[in-house]
C-alpha cells in the first residue's frame, strides 16, 4: 500500500508540472515560485496546526542555508519546465540523487580514503553512466536557447541534491518534516515576492492564471502522499518507486503539450532512472537515509 502512495506522489507532482508549464506562458519563475510557496503555507500552516506542531525552531541557520538552495533550485527547475520539453525538465529534476552519489565518492576523495573509493567502484560508474544519460536527454541537436534551460535544468538538480542533505541535516537536530517544509514553503513566498516587487507582476485576471491554484494543491498532495510513503514504507522501495514520476512526465508532455522525444530521449531517460535506483541502493550504505525530497 505503501508504494501506492508513492506513485500517487510521483503523479500528483507530474500534474503540477504540467500545470506550470501551462501558467509559464503568461507568469514567469519567479511569480510561478510565489504561488507555489503561498498555497503551500496556507496548506502546510493547517496541517501544522492541527498536528500541534510548533513553527518555532531553534536552529534557523540550519533553515535559511536549506531555503537558499531550495528555493534557487526551484526557480531553476521552473525555468527549465518553461523552455524544455516537460519530460526532459522532470527528468533532469531526479538528477539529485545521482548527484548525491557524487557527493558521497567527493567526499571519500576529500578524506583520501583510497581504499574506500576502489570500494565505491559500482557508485562511480552508476554516476558516470547518470551523466551519460544526460548527454543523450540534451543530445547535440537541441537548439542554444534549449541547450542553456537544460544546463540551467542540471544546475536546479545540483542545488536540489545539496536541499536534500540539509534537510537530512534538519531531521537528525530534531526539527519535524511538517515545520522544514512551512519553512521552505515561506521562502519560496517571499523569494517570489521580492522578484515580483523588482520585476513586475502580471494580472491574474488571464487564462493561465487557473493554472496557479491547482499547480499549488498537487504540490502539497504530492508533498503529503511522499511523507505517508517515506513513513510507513521501506525507503528504498519507496525512493525507487519516486522515478514513476519521469514517465508519468513523459506521457503528460506527450499528451497534453504533443512532445516528440526521439529514441536518444527515451534511452537517456532510462539510463537516468536506471541509475538513480542503482545509486539509491549503493549510497545507502555511505550515507544516513535521507528523508522525503520536496517538491
Known amino acids: 500500500m505503501q508504494a501506492a502512495w508513492m506513485v500517487a506522489a510521483s503523479l500528483f507532482f507530474a500534474g503540477m508540472g504540467a500545470c506550470i508549464k501551462f501558467a509559464s506562458d503568461t507568469y514567469t519563475p519567479l511569480e510561478v515560485v510565489f504561488y507555489r510557496g503561498l498555497i503551500s503555507v496556507l496548506v502546510v500552516g493547517v496541517l501544522a496546526r492541527s498536528r500541534g506542531v510548533s513553527l518555532r525552531t531553534h536552529v534557523p541557520m540550519m533553515h535559511v542555508w536549506r531555503n537558499v538552495v531550495g528555493v534557487a533550485s526551484l526557480l531553476a527547475w521552473f525555468y527549465a519546465i518553461a523552455h524544455l520539453p516537460l519530460s526532459t525538465a522532470i527528468t533532469l529534476n531526479y538528477m539529485s540523487g545521482i548527484w548525491i552519489a557524487a557527493f558521497v565518492i567527493g567526499g571519500t576523495l576529500a578524506l583520501g580514503k583510497l581504499a574506500d573509493v576502489r570500494r565505491q567502484g559500482p557508485l562511480i560508474l552508476t554516476v558516470m553512466l547518470g551523466f551519460g544519460g544526460v548527454v543523450l536527454l540534451l543530445r547535440p541537436t537541441l537548439d542554444q536557447n534549449q541547450l542553456f534551460a537544460g544546463l540551467v535544468g542540471l544546475l536546479g538538480s545540483l542545488m536540489a541534491a545539496l536541499a536534500y542533505m540539509q534537510v537530512a541535516a534538519l531531521g537528525r537536530v530534531g526539527e519535524p518534516e511538517t515545520r522544514t517544509v512551512f519553512y521552505f514553503s515561506l521562502a519560496a513566498l517571499v523569494a517570489g515576492a521580492g522578484g515580483m516587487l523588482v520585476f513586475g507582476a502580471h494580472s491574474l485576471a488571464t487564462p493561465q492564471a487557473l493554472w496557479l491554484l491547482p499547480m499549488g494543491l498537487l504540490g502539497a498532495l504530492g508533498q503529503l502522499c511522499m511523507t505517508r510513503a517515506y513513513t510507513h514504507g521501506s525507503t528504498i522501495v519507496v525512493a525507487n518507486l519516486q522515478y514513476s514520476g519521469i514517465v ?24 537516468i532512472i536506471a541509475c538513480g535506483m542503482a545509486a539509491t541502493v549503493l549510497r545507502a550504505r555511505a550515507l544516513p537515509q535521507l528523508p522525503a525530497e520536496e517538491f
Open 248 to 271: 508519468f512526465g513523459a506521457l503528460l508532455g506527450m499528451t497534453l503539450f504533443g512532445d516528440h522525444i526521439p529514441p536518444l530521449g527515451w534511452l537517456g531517460m532510462a539510463l
